[in-house]
T-cell receptor, first 114, second 111 residues
Framework: DTEVTQTPKHLVMGMTNKKSLKCEQH?????MYWYKQKAKKPPELMFV???????INESVPSRFSPECPNSSLLNLHLHALQPEDSALYLC?????????????FGNGTRLTVT | QKEVEQNSGPLSVPEGAIASLNCTYS??????FFWYRQYSGKSPELIMF????GDKEDGRFTAQLNKASQYVSLLIRDSQPSDSATYLC???????????FGKGTRLSVIA
């Protein structure tokens, strides 16, 4: 069982909807990540939070808005998405952002935009 | 541009054989190396990491790192059908830099 919990597991939303993805970890990790993964492709980094501050934003469109309320929680707010945004959204955490901190992934949220 | 290369496969091996998965990387300054297993429709699962040249063993898995040749490999001994998955190689160049993933190698273990 993964120690990074993501909800919901599946989400179907229309292009005018607003929804949020949630991620929680209780490993005491100080870095949290959002990745997007399309079929048969590797995960693609979207955002990195380190000590609750946004440290990396990989030029993600503004219709994706991350939020880190505290060191254990990470949200991804979604608004006015496009069908091409349909993908598996992965949350991950690591002890820090240093070289020797492996990432641990949650089970993901399968998002379908109609 | 930092690159991590893997053969996409599929790599087919018979049950009980050794599966050998290879990965090369372009940045000579890379410092840490990770192997993730990903079953179809599931999330990546960390199975091995290695930081120093040489071999690192964990159960049926052995990671091998050769920094001079810029490659890292994963050996799976006594392969089982349950090992059938995509294996992602990931490399980190330095602190506060993103993990760079290869495109993954699909392994199929035939019973």
């Amino acid at each position: 069982d993964t120690e990074v919990t993501q909800t919901p597991k599946h989400l179907v939303m229309g292009m005018t909807n607003k929804k949020s993805l949630k991620c929680e970890q209780h490993m005491g990790h100080r870095a949290m990540y959002w990745y997007k993964q399309k079929a048969k492709k590797p995960p693609e980094l979207m955002f990195v939070y380190s000590y609750e501050k946004l440290s990396i934003n990989e030029s993600v469109p503004s219709r994706f808005s991350p939020e880190c309320p505290n060191s254990s929680l990470l949200n991804l707010h979604l608004h006015a998405l496009q069908p091409e945004d349909s993908a598996l959204y992965l949350c991950a955490s690591s002890q820090g952002t240093g070289v020797y901190s492996p990432l641990h992934f949650g089970n993901g949220t399968r998002l379908t935009v109609t | 541009q930092k690159e991590v290369e893997q053969n996409s496969g599929p790599l087919s091996v018979p049950e009980g054989a050794i599966a050998s998965l290879n990965c090369t990387y372009s940045d000579r300054g890379s410092q840490s190396f990770f192997w993730y297993r990903q079953y179809s429709g599931k999330s990546p699962e960390l199975i091995m990491f290695i930081y120093s040249n040489g071999d690192k063993e964990d159960g049926r898995f052995t990671a091998q790192l050769n920094k001079a040749s810029q490659y890292v490999s994963l050996l799976i001994r006594d392969s089982q059908p349950s090992d059938s998955a995509t294996y992602l190689c990931a490399v980190k160049v330095g602190g506060n830099t993103p993990l760079v993933f290869g495109k993954g190698t699909r392994l199929s273990v035939i019973a």
